[in-house]
């Protein structure tokens, strides 16, 4: 670990105007925000592999009598599908912003803040766009039938079979626009961006604030439209869908199991509700308690929780085993999960969905779509599903 002092202050007026996260993280920094608060980082001052993170996190700690420091330095991390790979990321300087409105900067004691990045409304502007599908259709298909079949001859309850598509531009997209993009079209959901992972994520894997710990599972899906009464019409099926309630039922189980030995107690919601995001409705419960002491380091929770039964299936085992025998994919961090965790061992992760990946000359991106497939799933079906899903990445992308 780098020997570094850090400091911490809050924001002054004049560097709180024009003050964004998406300027902060700029075109090659970190982010992890909802709404207006969150986290931003740039530079990095040391990276390492997910395994040694919580490590890091207890010594930088130590490092620091400061309880306020400890809560505010910040690694910045993307966590595979498997849920045991990754990197973490410190970053020179990072910026936060509290759900309360308190802004704040840390960087080293003894060298200035790195700056934040004009930024820029346009991202696509005269780019030449292509899309085309990257794992075959009929491969997709016959992988959603396979999993069917599985879950009706009692080898699974549940498995989620992904897909994706690949989207090239004639010139290098501003990853910094298209975040500004991703604000406003999808400011309640969890965005992101590390090394060229971007994305809007409508679902909350854990949070531990304190000794509190938060989840919000969302499973079972169907399409938006725009027209308030046809959208009120389509949640009332999802609602009554016993193949979305099953489907959502044993996700919110295997989060509930997990978190349980951790807490003294967790409650969640009796029954889902339905959560709308820009193109498609979900089925969400929110699960929040209190963390025995002492409280388990976030990521320990992350890791434990990845991949959900809303991304790989139930059982896991046997679930995984499925995908990659069928799915045709290399989903690489899709699935996972990508947030931040403090040196205090706070932190907040979201499920790492509605995303790109894009390559490092930056005109070459992978987006990914999945769905959970249980013996009512019709592989046609299935892959409407995806074609909305996919909507939300593209619509940023192709759009001029």
């Known amino acids: 670990m780098p020997d570094v002092d850090f400091v911490t202050r809050e924001l002054t007026a004049s560097e709180l105007a024009g003050f964004s996260l998406e300027a902060a ?17 740039r530079g990095v001052l040391m990276r390492a592999d997910l395994s040694v993170a919580d490590d890091l996190c207890r010594m930088i700690a130590a490092s620091s009598s400061d309880p306020l420091l400890a809560r505010r330095i910040t690694l910045f991390s993307a966590v595979g599908f498997d849920g045991s790979t990754g990197d973490v990321v410190l970053a020179h300087t990072t910026w936060g912003v509290d759900p309360d409105g308190t802004t704040w ?23 030449s766009i292509t899309v085309r599908p990257g794992v075959a259709i009929p491969t997709y298909l016959a992988a959603v039938a396979a999993a069917r079949d599985a879950v009706r001859n009692g080898r699974l ?22 975040m ?6 999808f400011a309640s959901s969890y965005r992101y961006h590390f090394d060229g992972l971007i994305g809007a994520s409508p679902e909350l894997l854990v949070e531990r604030d304190g000794d509190v710990v938060r989840s919000h599972p ?19 099926d999802l609602l009554a869908s016993a193949k979305n309630q099953l489907e959502h039922r044993v996700v919110i189980d295997m989060v509930h199991d997990t978190l349980l030995p951790w807490c003294s107690y967790l409650d969640w919601q009796p029954e889902p509700e339905v959560i709308a995001v820009a193109n498609v409705q979900h089925l969400g419960t929110r699960v929040e308690g209190k963390l025995s002491n002492p409280p388990p380091h976030v990521l320990d929770l992350v890791k434990a929780l990845v991949p959900t039964p809303a991304l790989g299936g139930h ?4 679930a995984l085993a499925l995908i990659a025998e069928v799915e045709g994919v290399d989903r690489g961090p899709y699935g996972g999960a990508v947030g931040w965790m403090s040196a205090s061992g706070e932190g907040m992760f979201a499920v790492t969905i509605r995303c790109a990946i ?8 992978q987006l990914f779509a999945g769905g959970g497939i249980v013996a009512a799933s019709d592989p046609l079906a299935e892959l409407d599903e995806t074609r909305a899903k996919f909507q939300a990445m593209l619509s940023l992308l192709v759009r001029p």
């Open 315 to 318: 059982p896991r085992d046997a």
């Open 105 to 127: 900067i840390v960087h080293p004691r003894h060298e200035p803040p790195l700056e934040m990045e004009e930024t820029r409304p346009a991202a696509t502007d005269g780019a």
């Open 358 to 365: 894009f390559d490092h000359t930056r005109t070459r991106a």
């Open 218 to 236: 969302l499973a079972g899906t169907t399409s938006r439209t725009g027209d308030p009464v046809t959208d009120a019409a389509l949640a009332a």
């Open 157 to 178: 309850t549940k498995a989620v079979i992904a897909r994706d598509v690949i989207v090239e531009s004639s010139r290098a997209l501003d990853l910094a626009a298209l």
């Open 180 to 185: 500004l993009r991703m604000k406003r079209a």
């Open 25 to 41: 993280s700029g075109s090659n920094g970190f982010l992890i925000a909802r709404g207006s608060s969150g986290r931003a980082g």
